[in-house]
């Protein structure tokens, strides 16, 4: 039984240790200035690897001290959690999946379409009852101030592939900080647009205006950019958690499997 419960014990320290990435994960995610800016997506991933590491740490008082309840409770918590756990990961996957991105002829960097993205993101993200908020508080970050920084000149701009879609993003070529291209405006800065020559070919060609405060952020434009921002966060995110959670599993497993042994080694004992 000593045996056994020092293998536990070990385990525990191990599924402890994995908690920090899923956490760390988390925090990435959350602290990012798109998910700043959509409560909705900013804590599960925290929340959970915050929980596990309370149950891991739990796990092995229960197996150092030989408290078979508590080793008990730990099991079963754990498989609730890791449960939990694969079930964010497949839907952020399913969400995630579908790709708004568009070519522009000519242009370093890609541009988004609305329509590209899975309907639970649109839906609850950017939909009328959100979007307010959210543009607000994407107005008050540097995302589009920062261009001005990085571009001097159109040649500068139309070829960078750096911008991101928050910056460069499409319903039909626009984004948050620029007017659609297919509109016809002509360069003067990244952030400060002039003389457009087809206003009718989208509905964002309106949206735009020069006024820093409003440039395109009530653009459907700016919501495919986010929504191509947060795909990507957590795109890159999941990687990490699907480590992380397979060798969660592996260690869940030989912990019950020395959790079973023992407990019947000690019936036989008895």
């Not at 694969?86 to 609305?114: C, H, M, N, W």
Request: charged share 15%.
């Amino acid at each position: 039984m000593a045996l056994a419960n020092n293998l536990t014990a070990i385990l525990n320290l191990l599924a402890l240790l994995c908690s920090i990435p899923i956490t760390v994960s988390g925090i990435w995610l959350a602290s990012k200035p798109d998910n700043e800016c959509v409560n909705l997506l900013r804590w599960p991933v925290v929340v959970l690897g915050v929980l596990i590491l309370v149950v891991s740490a739990c796990g092995f008082i229960g197996a150092y001290h030989h408290k078979e309840t508590l080793l008990a409770v730990y099991l079963c918590c754990m498989a609730i959690l890791i449960g939990l756990l694969l079930v964010v990961l497949i839907f952020a996957f399913v969400v995630t999946r579908p790709d708004g991105s568009y070519q522009v002829p000519g242009r370093g960097y890609k541009e988004y379409r609305l329509e590209g993205f899975s309907n639970w993101l649109r839906e609850n993200v950017v939909d009328s009852k959100n979007w307010g908020n959210i543009r607000a508080c994407l107005a008050d970050t540097n995302v589009c101030p920062k261009l001005s920084q990085q571009f001097i000149t159109a040649d500068q701009f139309f070829s960078s592939s750096s911008i991101t879609p928050l910056q460069a993003c499409s319903l039909s070529l626009s984004g948050c900080c620029k007017p659609p291209t297919a509109c016809g405006y002509n360069f003067v800065n990244p952030t400060l647009w002039l003389n457009p020559i087809n206003m009718a070919v989208d509905a964002d060609c309106y949206l735009w205006s020069n006024d820093q405060s409003q440039l395109c952020y009530n653009c459907n434009a700016c919501k495919a950019g986010l929504l191509e921002n947060l795909r990507l966060d957590w795109r890159k995110a999941n990687l990490i958690l699907i480590i992380t959670v397979v060798v969660l599993i592996w260690v869940y497993v030989i912990a019950c499997s020395a959790f079973r042994n023992a407990q019947t080694k000690d019936l036989f004992r008895k």
